[in-house]
């Protein structure tokens, strides 16, 4: 009976402690809006690539950005689109962000700031530039994050 305990306890640990998929809460700032909206990002992690979901409530509608983490080439996948990576970084708080475009089309330039651990971080494009973040900041901050993306992002256009 103990060693069918034990053997009982080894398989739950194998199972929670290898699981791929994880849920964690978000809130997504808008340089428009001082007011987060509350998202729930769903990772899960295959061998070739991370998934990342992002899924938000409103109203009637629930509203997802799901996009892919292509380990071995090192871009971003959504849709149809793929986002190599650019020269840029963003380095809040000690943690080296990529910024990633697509080549598809320069008349409609998005940039996406993303670590595959923490997943996005932000999403600037044209009329609608988002902070993806897992703590709450207060406006002032919020501008300054926006600020220092926007540095970082220019220096590339400068080069």
């Given at each position: 009976?103990?060693?069918?305990?034990?053997?009982?306890?080894?398989?739950?640990?194998?199972?929670?402690?290898?699981?791929?998929?994880?849920?964690?809460?978000?809130?997504?700032?808008?340089?428009?809006?001082?007011?987060?909206?509350?998202?729930?990002?769903?990772?899960?992690?295959?061998?070739?690539?991370?998934?990342?979901?992002?899924?938000?409530?409103?109203?009637?509608?629930?509203?997802?950005?799901?996009?892919?983490?292509?380990?071995?080439?090192?871009?971003?996948?959504?849709?149809?689109?793929?986002?190599?990576?650019?020269?840029?970084?963003?380095?809040p708080?000690?943690?080296?962000?990529?910024?990633?475009?697509?080549?598809?089309?320069?008349?409609?330039?998005?940039?996406?700031?993303?670590?595959?651990?923490?997943?996005?971080?932000?999403s600037?494009g044209?009329?609608?530039?988002?902070?993806?973040?897992?703590?709450?900041?207060?406006?002032?901050?919020?501008?300054?994050?926006?600020?220092?993306?926007?540095?970082?992002?220019?220096k590339?256009?400068?080069?």
């Amino acid at each position: 009976m103990r060693k069918l305990f034990i053997i009982l306890i080894f398989i739950l640990v194998n199972i929670s402690c290898g699981k791929n998929e994880y849920n964690s809460p978000v809130l997504v700032y808008s340089m428009k809006s001082d007011v987060p909206e509350s998202y729930l990002l769903n990772t899960k992690n295959e061998d070739a690539f991370v998934n990342f979901e992002y899924s938000y409530r409103k109203l009637d509608s629930l509203i997802k950005l799901d996009f892919k983490y292509l380990k071995e080439k090192d871009i971003l996948v959504i849709g149809l689109d793929t986002l190599n990576k650019i020269e840029s970084v963003f380095k809040p708080k000690n943690i080296m962000f990529n910024m990633y475009q697509s080549n598809r089309n320069k008349d409609e330039v998005r940039t996406y700031v993303f670590n595959k651990e923490f997943g996005l971080f932000a999403s600037l494009g044209f009329k609608s530039h988002q902070l993806f973040l897992k703590d709450s900041v207060n406006s002032l901050e919020k501008e300054n994050i926006f600020k220092g993306l926007f540095i970082e992002l220019n220096k590339t256009f400068i080069k």
